[in-house]
C-alpha cells in the first residue's frame, strides 16, 4: 500500500510559477512509475508528465518546456516544477504512481492539490 500527498497549490498569476510536491508513504518498494495529472474544471483528467524509477521522462506535449518532473527516490517525492504558468493551467492535480508486485500493478492517487492561475 502507498499514500500519496500532494502539495504546493496555491494561487498565482499567469506568468508565474509553483512547485508541486508528492510525498510517498507505506511501502515504497517496485514502484516504479509515477506521475502527474491533471484536471480542469469541466473537463477530463489528463497527463501532465511521467518519471520513472530511473529518472526517465515524459511530458504532454503541449506542456514541453515549462514544466518539469523530478524524483528523489532518498525521500520517495515527485515534485513538479511549473514556470510560466496560464490561466489554462488551472486545475487540480494529482500525483500517481504504479506499484509492480509480482504480475500485478497496483494504481495508487493522491488526494489532489488545486493550482489556479489568474489573469
Known amino acids: 500500500q502507498v499514500e500519496l500527498v500532494e502539495s504546493g497549490g496555491g494561487l498565482v498569476q499567469a506568468g508565474g510559477s509553483l512547485r508541486l510536491s508528492c510525498a510517498a508513504s507505506g511501502s515504497f518498494l517496485k514502484v516504479n512509475s509515477m506521475a502527474w495529472y491533471r484536471q480542469a474544471p469541466g473537463k477530463q483528467r489528463e497527463l501532465v508528465a511521467t518519471i520513472t524509477s530511473g529518472g526517465s521522462t515524459k511530458y504532454a506535449d503541449s506542456l514541453k518546456g515549462r514544466f518539469t518532473i523530478s524524483r528523489d527516490n532518498t525521500e520517495n517525492t515527485v515534485y513538479l516544477q511549473m514556470n510560466s504558468l496560464k490561466p489554462e493551467d488551472t486545475g487540480v492535480y494529482y500525483c500517481?504512481?504504479?506499484?509492480?508486485?509480482?504480475?500485478?500493478?497496483?494504481?495508487?492517487w493522491g488526494q489532489g492539490t488545486q493550482v489556479t492561475v489568474s489573469s
Open positions: 500517481y504512481a504504479v506499484q509492480s508486485i509480482g504480475p500485478r500493478d497496483y494504481q495508487y
